[in-house]
């Protein structure tokens, strides 16, 4: 049948322009139209789909009754908090057998040697392992009791996790050492849990507990398990001290020879993990946490340079990541296009994911993943499924980019070690930037008010609080400063100044801890001025720092090595980084960069740095300026920089 008999059968007069236009076409343009009709009919077939969200993403959560202006996530039926998830998991022991479970005993840990492939060990190897530990410790004494503590001393391996999971099997408690803390914190942690055995990576931590207890500092500390090989002179000196020295392979054959005890698994309510703070300075509160609390941590080692290598090679499909590495990865980015059009094809290919972002929808397999973006994701092994970000903020512009270039669901969250790492975090299908999500269904959340900061909670502004199941419980034999964090009703005082919006999300927007007040009365809240001056093309770190006799401002700036030299050519500047750290025409051409960037993000003048000095050297966990977690070591920054801090002052007057 002919097209225009079609039409003709139709009978409608309305057609009857459209018919007799129809017969003047010719036939390859009515092809052309039916071709272009089945391509759209295909494209809405295949199209990809928005992720739906769990609920109203205008309201994602809900005030409870008489809760004094609390609020719970939207994802709950009930003003109850949730403590549970699977009805067979109430503890990290029996999260640890459900893995080996729902696995069918497949691959639990693995490692890797430069430029080898990761090695895997099984769940049943790895329980295996850690009854043979935990068998030897009972062996040796040791009683399965929530008051028997062990101590881990080591970067994150496999044999620490065999070593805590040893733990949670015979009901003893955990406590993460780490190298950074220090002599002096390390000696008040063991001193301040009574720990006498410690497990430890190398020969090198091992000396250092020997040279505690060879100065009667830890006089409690007798039995050190190293996981890796040492030598005779070592086992000498600890028989000196009265230390034994044995190695973990020692101690699982051994038990593997001795009869295996039965294991003596843990109740919900027992001491699961004492975590010392990884805070600013001095003898940190330790925190304690039952084992009906799910506490997830992840340990940052190794050589940073290797870092996307390991990547590459694991293939991570969830990978969780500190801001500083997305800044980082960010700046990367935008410093490869170093090209007008370049710049011009990654700019238009973000906006053009971006508004799929708007409508929902996560992928990455669009035209411009395969043509701009592919080399990006390959960078992360290729198969990132799920990312989540936390531990600082993170900007706006770089988390809708790397949601857009990155293709995977890409999650931010707030907390702190106090409430098991989170209690906020955005939700599937809300990929809007600028907050920290709805409270977690396992905690309520408000806010209170902060006087001397002018931030009330009748305008939805205040002091963030959290209660609910992943609450610590408090500091371990510390009443004093268990006090200070959580008040009569169980809620803790995070110290952190947050912001309700209008779909239920929470916003925060200041800090009260760190917090100073300059000579004329301004209260300064230096990690927001950090995180905007951090913004700046040629920047890596910012450290800002006001003292109470001083009307303004000064930072210790740290060039990033990555795109400095490339901003400093732009600039007409010359020389080697260490030559551009030490010009001063240039230093004040990234203080005027910065001082941009502050009014331009509305910081307010007192709120700018009156000038700053270049260091060459990052902030690092290795030269002690920062914690495991990648935060500014405020005290020991000052101390370190005291030096430059009074030049500074010295060379500005108001």
Known sequence: MQSHDIFRSLRIPELVDVRQYVRTLPTNTLMGFGAFAALTTYWYATRPKALKPPCDLAMQSVEVQGGDGAKRSALLDSDEVMTYYYDDVRTLYEVFQRGT??????????????????????????????????????????????????????????????????????????????????????????NKADISLVFCDTPEKAKLLLTNVEKNETPVLKTIVLMEPFDEDLLERGKKSGVELVSLKEMEVCANLRKRIDTF???????????????????????????????????????????????????????????????????????????????????????????????????????????????????????VRLMITGAAPVSPTVLTFLRAALGCQFYEGYGQTECTAGCSLTIPGDWSAGHVGAPMPCNHMKLVDVEEMNYFAANGEGEVCVKGSNVFQGYLKDDEKTAEALDKDGWLHT???????????????????????????????????????????????????????????VGIVVPDPDNVLNWAKKKKFGGSYEELCKNKDFKNAVLEDLLKLGKDTGLKSFEQVKDIVLHPELFSIENGLLTPTLKAKRPELRKYFQAQIDELYANNKV
């Open 101 to 190: 479970k729902v696995s069918n005993n497949g691959p639990c840990l693995g490692h890797r040697k430069p430029n080898q492939p990761y090695q895997w060990i099984s769940y049943q190897e790895v329980s295996d392992r850690a009854e043979y530990l935990g068998s030897a410790l009972l062996h040796r004494g040791f009683k399965p009791s929530s008051e028997q503590f062990v101590g881990i001393f080591a970067q994150n391996r496999p044999e620490w996790t065999i070593a805590e999971l040893g733990c949670y099997t015979y009901s003893m408690v955990a406590v993460p050492l780490y190298d950074t803390l220090g002599a002096e914190a390390i000696t008040y942690i063991i």
């Open 265 to 383: 698994p843990p109740n919900p309510e027992d001491l699961a993990v004492v975590c010392f703070t990884s805070g600013t300075t001095g003898n940190q509160p330790p925190i304690f946490f039952y084992l009906e609390k799910r506490l997830l941590i992840g340990y940052f080692q190794g050589d940073i340079r290797l870092l996307m290598d390991d990547l590459k090679a694991l293939q991570p499909t969830i990978f969780p990541v500190v801001p500083r590495l997305l800044n980082r990865m960010f700046d990367r980015i935008f410093g490869q296009a170093n090209t007008p059009v370049k710049r011009w094809m990654l700019e238009f290919a973000s906006k053009r994911k971006e508004a799929e972002l708007r409508s929902g929808i996560i992928r990455n397999d669009s035209f411009w993943d395969k043509i701009i973006f592919r080399k990006v994701q390959a960078s992360l092994g290729g198969k």
């Open 495 to 553: 110290g952190d100044v947050g912001k309700w919006l209008p779909n239920g999300t929470l916003k925060i927007i200041d800090r009260k801890k760190h917090i100073f007040k300059l000579a004329q009365g301004e209260y300064i809240a230096p990690e927001k001025i950090e995180n905007v001056y951090t913004r700046s093309e040629p920047v890596v770190q910012v450290f800002v720092h006001g003292e109470s006799l001083q009307a303004f401002l």
